[in-house]
């Protein structure tokens, strides 16, 4: 059974290893944790743990919205959460991370509806895969962050004015390994050692984790990162192997955190933290937690999306710490972002 909340300070016990998980089971099996009528959206809600996810929520009466790229794995998935929890209210919008426009147009979609918006759930990764994104990002990090930026970041008025509404990344415990952002990287093709890119994606997403709490200061917003564990998902190139040796933890298993931090009373003031597979929160590395270099990543971020035309008190003391090399403002077209990618290799 998942065991209580507990801050770093509070925590007396270790972080549970990989496979040492306990008996499996959806948080909704307490009465004060349904959400009747809540409005809920899962990216990658098709399959693994987002979709095991989506079934948790549906269980707990909420409206489920699963986005995710393919139609027919779509209907798959939505007949499925379905027939799981007894549930008709699951539906699917389409969503493409590696591209801007498509994140733009899913939330078109889904404000069209008129509904509000309790529970985001950033649960969509890709782990190696090789390219570049619509815009010319590469292609992990900009599928696992900045489309995950972009579309947190169109949806913030609209969690805003829903009442007490919650955002949760799932992140990965890869993000504590990187000691700085390889800006470069970031628009260029995958490179070989992909698992980086997977990592930094990871990290990204805790310093946005970071960085909204002060961006949703005075509202009922809140946001945690959550670490599923190691499990048998056919994000990995591993998954095959995995669920053979027996290895990891099931999507089932891999839900729990993210279900936790969806619907637990324990956490509704609780906000910024990084949660395990055990809702234990991790002590996160000095990078992960540095107000200036989120704030710096926020900024970028708006630039690169398209959402901010100017940067708004910039950090102009650029000494490499973290390995930043100067705000470069990254065009979404193919020209100025080969032209910058150089300018910031050199």
């Known amino acids: 059974m998942q065991r209580p909340y507990r801050s ?41 743990v987002g979709l095991m996810t989506a079934v948790g929520l549906a269980k707990a009466r909420c409206h489920v ?18 027939q799981n929890s007894a549930n ?12 801007l426009n498509s994140v733009r147009q899913f939330v078109d979609l889904f404000l069209a509806r008129k509904l509000p918006l309790h529970i985001l759930v950033n649960n969509a990764g890709i782990f190696n895969h090789k390219g570049i994104t619509k815009e010319g990002f590469e292609l992990i990090w900009g599928t696992n962050y900045l489309g995950h930026f972009l579309l947190t970041y169109l949806l913030l008025e609209k969690l805003k004015i829903s009442g007490s509404s919650r955002i949760i990344m799932v992140a990965s ?18 490179p070989i050692n992909f698992l980086e890119l997977y990592s930094v994606s990871k990290l990204c997403l805790l310093l946005l984790t970071n960085e909204l709490p002060r961006q949703l200061e005075n509202t009922n917003v809140t946001v945690n990162a959550v670490h599923p564990g ?8 591993f998954y095959g192997l995995s669920k053979y040796l027996g290895l990891g933890i099931s999507p089932e298993k891999g ?13 509704k003031d609780v906000t910024g933290k990084f949660l395990d597979s055990q809702s234990q929160e991790i002590p996160l590395p000095k990078i992960a937690t540095d107000i200036d270099f989120a704030k710096t990543l926020w900024e970028k971020s708006l630039l690169w999306t398209g959402c901010e035309k100017k940067i708004i008190n910039p950090i102009t003391n650029y000494d490499n710490f973290w390995g930043i090399y100067g705000l470069y403002s990254l065009k979404l077209d193919r020209t100025e972002l080969s032209h910058i990618s150089q300018t910031i290799f050199e």
């Open 8 to 48: 770093q300070e509070g925590s007396k016990e270790g972080r549970g290893r990989i496979g040492e998980e306990e008996e499996s089971f959806f948080i909704t099996n307490y009465p004060d944790m349904i959400l009747e009528d809540k409005v809920c959206i899962v990216t990658g809600g098709n399959s693994g």
């Open 65 to 82: 919205f699963i986005a995710c790229r393919s139609l027919i794995k779509a209907e798959k998935a939505v007949d499925y959460i379905r």
């Open 88 to 99: 008709p209210n699951v539906e699917f919008l389409p969503l493409n991370l590696a591209s």
């Open 173 to 190: 415990d890869l993000a504590l390994k990187p000691k700085a952002i390889p800006w470069n990287l970031l628009v260029k093709k995958t």
């Open 230 to 237: 190691f499990v048998q998902s056919n994000i990995t190139i």
């Open 255 to 267: 839900a729990n955190s993210t279900l936790f931090c969806a619907q637990s009373d324990e956490l």
